[in-house]
């Protein structure tokens, strides 16, 4: 049995249900939809509610991930414990990199049933704590990269959260991108190009220099407003746990 967190579960059923119940985004994700079939999820007991706010959410990653490999085709996506993630298939160029990185049984469950290609891995990282994958990178550091940490980075020990960034700022070379979930009452962000801050919920802050936020005037103006639109949702229901997305890049 592979023990999967609700939202990931949630995620998937979003993108599952997204074509036959919210038409009007036109979101399709047919592995996504192969997925739930061969396991048989109950997809039902999740708030309409949700599922689109999700639905949306995953969009807006889409559009940030598809912007980056539109600058750099070749590039390398790291998808940091994405669970259940099918983005590769719908973001493919035909010519970009792709390293999902998952705990070791769930690595083992996602191969058989996601196939990946020779331009998709499939990779296990017990946590992330675990950062050596990081030092084996820095043999590719002429290949651009993005790294993609949703839900999982917010689950972590705001210890271990804060030790991934610091390893990052000094393992991954200038121009490495970001896409974040995050929570917005944490992740300070007062003027263009400010460095990542993030509360340690006692009135202080943990700075982390070499990690700036993205300028709003590199984003097209659709994305742009749409995380804007996310980070105003999440703020107004806290309670459906829904995280805004942020868009940054290693100096």
């Not at 030790?163 to 970001?178: D, I, K, Q, V």
């Amino acid at each position: 049995m592979i023990d999967v967190p609700e939202d990931m579960v949630l995620s998937l059923a979003s993108r599952a249900l997204a074509r036959r119940r919210f038409p009007d985004l036109g979101f399709c994700d047919p592995v996504a939809e192969d997925v739930c079939d061969k396991l048989d999820l109950d997809l039902d007991r999740f708030d309409e509610r949700r599922l689109r706010a999700v639905a949306v959410h995953t969009m807006v990653v889409d559009d940030l991930v598809r912007g980056f490999f539109a600058r750099h085709p070749q590039g390398l996506a790291v998808a940091l414990f994405p669970g259940l993630c099918t983005r590769f298939s719908r973001v493919d160029n035909g010519s970009l990199r792709w390293i999902d990185l998952e705990p070791p049984a769930l690595a083992a469950f996602e191969h058989e049933i996601l196939e990946p290609c020779d331009r998709h891995i499939i990779a296990s990282c017990c946590s992330f704590g675990c950062t050596k994958w990081m030092s084996c990178l820095r043999d590719a550091a002429d290949v651009p990269m993005l790294l993609i940490a949703e839900g999982g980075l917010m689950r972590a020990a705001p210890d271990v959260r804060d030790a991934f960034f610091t390893r990052a700022s000094a393992c991954l070379p200038a121009g490495t991108e970001l896409v974040l979930d995050g929570d917005p009452s944490r992740m300070l962000r007062r003027a263009s190009r400010a460095s990542l801050a993030i509360s340690d919920g006692e009135g202080g802050f943990t700075r982390f220099p070499r990690i700036r936020f993205v300028r709003p005037e590199e984003q097209p103006l659709g994305v742009r407003h749409d995380l804007a639109g996310i980070e105003a949702v999440s703020r107004m229901f806290p309670r459906w746990r829904l995280p805004a997305v942020f868009h940054l890049r290693l100096v």
